[in-house]
Each structure stands twice: as structure tokens, then as C-alpha cells.
């Protein structure tokens, strides 16, 4: 006779088809986040910009500015972690900390940046790998069939278990990191560039000089998808130890591999003359100078490198969407089913779907409206991302505090209250530099149509929270 399930089992066996499954460690997390900051890309995109447009050879500087505000940040995010048993982020510790309304709120505009940014990739990714393959002489196709085909990749990837996405990254992430930190080397053991070893790092006339503002703006952007770990928290080995080592380590990881490359590289062309070249051949300039100190090897290597760092950057998205998307499902902010794990894989397969369609939907909305794929459709979604992403942060900082102004849980003063406020008022400067200098983010001289486009939309994702909130009363974030 067939076996039979009680109700208990039976309840049990759906709740289970509920939850994620996985064995992350602090590397496979680690794996994920990091390549969702792309350093290679990071290095021959914002690296650049804010050399070109920001403090020149001070620039290097701000990435050690920006990593201590947001290890202030860690601090009081990762003590919060423990008490928040939710995997869904940010919004969870919104929820744990002011109430259900604006921890909707924070799940929308969470899903609504984290998809900009996914998308808003495929647009540098598609021209990259269009050109890297025109240089080895095959013929130029339109960019949105490279972006269709990467797209598919990471459905595929995206689909199966979590493993397999970390398994993945890891590789990708290593050869990216391997070819910088062999250009640094080769740059520091022969002595620095035509000038030798840049003192801007160092230097307050240097880190002043220009526009500091503008350059602390792109390095803030760099570090976006650290904040991402605890996503992964149901898939994760012990995630009230495994979650904050991921963080720091992420952290750390990208602050010091920033603000060396950054410097090597101003090194690498000479204090004084690295401002011009930058803004001569803004994205040019990593591979010139690779090529100049590895070889005509070296620039080849890092032209693939930096096409598969974007690759990694759109996975790691994809997987953190997915997770969010199932994550509210689960929780009936959006349909149920879309919660339902994967049998065999464990994963948010039908959330990943959603994900995978929605993208696809943007970006074939791009090429119908005909955009630019990097000056507008990148550019366009990459502000709604970067205010979203700055906002969460700040939201996440003073839900924090709420959390422990109700109960401290044993824990210091340093961790419950001094470190989250010192985080707090810094990413409330971070925030006010981007939306000052959002007009310039988008491709505009003030502000017009896109600038408050961009405002609007993170302005009513948010305010569908409390709007929900109002009408859905099963809803339980934390």
C-alpha cells in the first residue's frame, strides 16, 4: 500500500518546497558578492571616470574612505543579522526595525534596483563582447544579440542549484583578480610608472584637488552588491557565523584591491599626466596600460577578462533577484507559487524565470525605443539603481538602531549604537553627493525628464509598501 503523509508531515513537506537549499560557505558567498562589485570592471570603468572627472591621483583615496563608512555600516548590520531569521535582506532588517510598511516599501525598491542593475549591465556586456570578438575578426552584430545570448547563459545557470552559480563565479572572479593583481606586481617591482610611485594616495593636495565629491561618488558605486550576503542566508552553512565573515571579508576584500589597483594604475601613467590621459580614453586606458606592461598578451587577456567580469556581474544580480523575488513570495508581498523551490535543485527556479522575463522585457524595450545600449539604457538604469541601492542603505542603517533601541540583546555600545550612527551619517553624505550629481549619472546637465524619472520611480516603489501593506494583512517579512 502507498505510504501516506499525517497533516504534520504533510505541512512540513510544504513548508520545506518553501525554503531554499544550499551549503554556502563564507568563500562560495564571498564568490557571489564580489563578483556582483566586478572589480575588473570596476578598475576599466569608475576607476577611470573618477580619476578623469574627480580627484585625479587622489582618487585612490576615497576607496579607503568609502570602505571605513561602510565597515561603520557592517558593524551594526552584521550584529542585527542573528536576530533577523529572514533571508530577505534588507528588508527584513527594515521590517525587524520600523514595521511592516516600510519594509515593503524596502522590498520594492530593493527588487526595482537590483533588476536596473542586472538589465541595465547587459548594456555594457553586449557592445563588450561584440567588440572583443570584431577584434579577432569576426564580423559586428547588433549588441542585443550578444545580450540575448548571455541572457540565456544565465537563465541556465541561474535555474540550478546555487553551487553551480558559485562554482562559476569563483572561476571567473579568480582570472579577473589574477590579471590585476599581476599588473599591479609587475608596476610596483619595476619601480611605479614614468614618475615612479604616486604619493596622491597619501597626499591631502591631491585627495582635495578637483572634484573629491564626484570621486567618493564612484567609489561608492563600486562597492554595490556587498550588502547582498544575506540573501543567501537559507543556502548558507551557519549563517548567524557565516553571513558576517562573508561581509567583512567581501568588504575588506574590495576596499584593498580597489584602492591598490587605483593607485597602481595612476602610478603605472604618471601622477601628473594620468588625469589627461583618463579623460582622453576614459575606457580605454586599463587595457593600454596592461598592454604596456604585460604585453600585447596581457591586453588580450584583459579585454576577455574584462567581458567575463561583466558575465559574473549580471549572474551575481540574476541570483540576488531571484532570492528577493522568492523571498517576497514566500512572504505573500508577490504571488505565492513564485516560492516554490526546485525539487531536485533547491533553488528559486520559477523566481528566476520571473527574473530572466522581466530583463528580457527591458531589454527588448531598448532596442524597440532604439537606445544607446551604454549612454542611455545603462546609464538610465544604472541611476535608478545606485539612488536605490544608497537609500536602502541609509533606511537599513536606521532600522538597525530601531532594532536594538528595543532591545539590545546583550551586545556593546559599539555595536548596538556608535558604529551604525557613524555608518548612518556617512552613507547620508554618500546620498546627498549622488543625488546632487545624479543629472550627470544619466546623461543630463540639470536636472530634467530622466533626473526625476529616476526620483519617481524609487518614490512610488516605495510607496507601494505602505499601499500594500494597507490591503495584504498575512504579510510577515521577518
Known sequence: MADTLTAPETAKATENTRKLRGTLGVASIVFIVVAAASPLGVIGGP??????????????????????????FAVGFTSATPFVKS?????????????????????????FSYLALEAGVFGLFGPALDGLLESYGLPAVPWWAYAALGLVVVAWVGYRKIELSGRVLGVLLIAEVLIVIALDAVVVFSGGGPEGYSNGIFNPTEILSGAPGFGILFAILSFIGFEATAVFRDEARD?????????????????????????????????????AIASEN?????????????????????????????????LSFHNIVSRYIFS?????????SLSEAHGKHGSPSRASVVATTIVAVLLAAAVALGLDPIVQFYTWLGGISSVGIVLLLVI????????????????????????PVIGLVGLLFFLYLILQNLPVLVGEESYGPFSFGVLIIIAL???????????????ELS
Do not use: M
Open 47 to 72: 576607476v577611470p571616470l573618477g580619476i578623469a572627472f574627480g580627484n585625479g591621483a587622489g582618487f585612490p583615496f576615497t576607496f579607503v574612505i568609502a570602505t571605513v563608512v561602510l565597515l561603520f
Open 87 to 111: 533571508a530577505g535582506a534588507f528588508y527584513a532588517y527594515v521590517d525587524k526595525g520600523l514595521g511592516r510598511a516600510p519594509g515593503i516599501g524596502t522590498a520594492f525598491v530593493a527588487l
Open 239 to 275: 549563517p548567524e557565523r557565516t553571513i558576517p565573515r562573508a561581509t567583512y571579508i567581501s568588504l575588506i576584500a574590495i576596499g584593498i584591491f580597489y584602492a591598490v589597483s587605483s593607485w597602481v594604475l595612476v602610478s603605472a601613467n604618471g601622477q601628473s599626466q594620468v588625469v
Open 282 to 314: 576614459p575606457g580605454g586606458i586599463l587595457a593600454v596600460t596592461t598592454e604596456k606592461y604585460l604585453g600585447v598578451v596581457g591586453g588580450h587577456i584583459i579585454q576577455v577578462l574584462f567581458v567575463t567580469s561583466l558575465f559574473a556581474c549580471i
Open 328 to 336: 517576497l513570495s514566500a512572504n505573500r508581498v508577490l504571488p505565492h
Open 396 to 419: 537599513t542603517s536606521v532600522a538597525v538602531l530601531g532594532i536594538f533601541r528595543k532591545d539590545k540583546h546583550n551586545l556593546s555600545a559599539w555595536k548596538t549604537v556608535i558604529a
Open 461 to 475: 516603489a516605495f510607496i507601494a509598501g505602505p499601499v500594500l501593506a494597507a490591503v495584504k494583512k498575512d504579510v
